[in-house]
């Protein structure tokens, strides 16, 4: 598993505690299941998690492959690029050796033109789980992980208070934060301050 995308390294609050229980759950009895969250919701993350954990195949271009082992498989943003054909037989294929399929995804269902029908009618009949917008604790996990992950310790705990005020509750709005902090941190070449911060906010 790549450096990050342990278990240890997913960061649990009520915005995916569901998603995760469920996902580490090994007596799990609905062999379909999708994973709806907004991006860099840690879908990815979960997903590697259940593969590691289920023994399973990643879908990645190589269907003709996946036919020929009786393995989980998990697909990943699986609307992205879609071939309906192949999901629809991978579905098929775990249907009838009684394997479990994962699909993640950052759209609902109703948001994507399926074109087989048959297809939309069958993901119907997963069980979904959902990833929430991040919560109070996850956003200040989230942000000590990757200003730790580019060797940036913020000392004034009042900076995260003032950000969590701010910040738009959303996964892609505080990875786009710790990259302008990244920068202007290389910039200044001190420590970050709150009237520093709320130049970016």
């Not at 915005?15 to 007596?27: H, M, V, Y």
């Not at 992950?149 to 003032?162: C, G, L, R, S, V």
């Not at 970050?192 to 911060?197: G, K, N, R, S, V």
Request: proline share 2%.
């Amino acid at each position: 598993m790549k450096p990050g995308l342990a278990i240890d390294d997913f960061f649990v609050s009520t915005s995916n505690q569901k998603a995760f229980n469920f996902i580490l759950n090994k007596k799990i009895d609905n062999k379909k299941i999708l994973l709806i969250g907004p991006n860099k919701s840690g879908k990815t993350h979960l997903g590697k998690i259940w593969q590691k954990n289920n023994n399973a195949i990643s879908y990645e271009n190589n269907f003709e492959i996946i036919l020929n082992y009786k393995k989980n498989i998990f697909i990943d943003d699986f609307l992205k690029n879609i071939n309906e054909e192949q999901i629809f037989h991978l579905i098929n294929h775990c249907s009838i050796n009684k394997l479990t399929i994962l699909f993640t995804s950052n759209k609902e269902m109703f948001e994507h033109n399926f074109f087989l029908q048959d297809l939309l009618s069958r993901i119907k009949t997963f069980h979904t789980l959902r990833i929430d917008l991040p919560d109070d604790d996850l956003i200040i996990n989230l942000m000590i992980k990757l200003l730790h992950d580019k060797q940036i310790i913020i000392k004034n705990e009042e900076i995260f208070h003032y950000i969590l005020k701010r910040i738009e509750r959303s996964y892609e709005e505080i990875f786009l934060l710790i990259e302008n902090i990244d920068k202007l941190s290389l910039e200044k070449k001190r420590e970050l301050t709150i009237p520093l911060i709320k130049k970016l906010l």
